[in-house]
């Protein structure tokens, strides 16, 4: 899957030429697998590319491309941070392990990807705009524990005899097999 037209431009600079020239294709990949939505692409795009940017700018390969020109990335940098889009100390507003950003954004996008192919395709709802990974992933995660609630309900009235009351609403249940897909589901294992 290659990447679509109208995002050709977000990756055509002298440095993701020169330095990521795959990547725009690379990420569409992993966001399109969740949604397909113009208003995810972007977020996850504008994430990324900075990302990667500055993963660049702290390494040591940085001096390399003499007279690149990456005034877009910078700018980029700038509207991230401007936005709240950013990872690391809250208070220096920057980070400092930048392979870290990229790593925890495709976790978590593989993870609700997973879950919204699946049984929660209201989660491609969810709005992203320039809103931070964290309220992203907080409203996302929300809508996962409100569908695993109604899943357990569901699960332990449809068959299983309560074994052991833990109180707080938490109990064992003798699901009479050794292994269920739902219950997996919902206890995050499976």
């Keep these: 899957m290659g990447l679509p037209r109208k995002y050709r431009s977000m990756f055509d600079t002298p440095f993701f030429k ?13 966001i399109s697998a969740f949604s397909q939505k113009e208003d995810h692409v972007v977020w996850y795009f504008r ?8 993963e660049y ?3 040591p390969t940085y001096a390399k491309i003499p007279n690149l020109d990456t005034r877009k990335e910078d700018k980029l940098v700038r ?3 401007r936005n709240g889009l950013y ?3 809250p208070e220096k507003r920057i980070c400092t392990d930048f392979r870290a950003i990229s790593k925890w954004l495709r976790e978590k996008v593989e993870h609700f990807a ?23 992933f907080e409203d996302l995660g929300k809508l996962e524990e409100a569908w ?10 449809a068959y299983g005899d309560k074994i052991i009351d833990l109180g707080g609403g938490w109990s064992w249940f003798d699901l009479r097999r050794t292994g269920d897909p739902i219950e997996g589901l919902i206890m995050g294992h499976c």
Excluded: I
């Excluded at 994430?47 to 500055?54: E, G, R, S, T, V």
């Excluded at 997973?114 to 992203?136: E, M």
């Excluded at 695993?148 to 009235?157: D, M, P, R, V, Y």
């Design 57 to 59: 700018c702290a390494g």
């Design 47 to 54: 994430l990324m590319k900075a990302a990667h940017y500055l």
């Design 18 to 30: 020169a330095v990521y020239p795959d990547l725009g294709a690379e990420l569409y990949k992993e």
């Design 79 to 81: 509207a991230v941070e």
């Design 148 to 157: 695993k609630e109604g899943l357990s309900s569901e699960t332990t009235t």
């Design 114 to 136: 997973g879950l919204a192919n699946t049984n929660l395709p209201s989660l491609r709802d969810v709005r992203f705009n320039w809103r931070t990974p964290n309220q992203v």
């Design 87 to 89: 990872m690391g100390d």
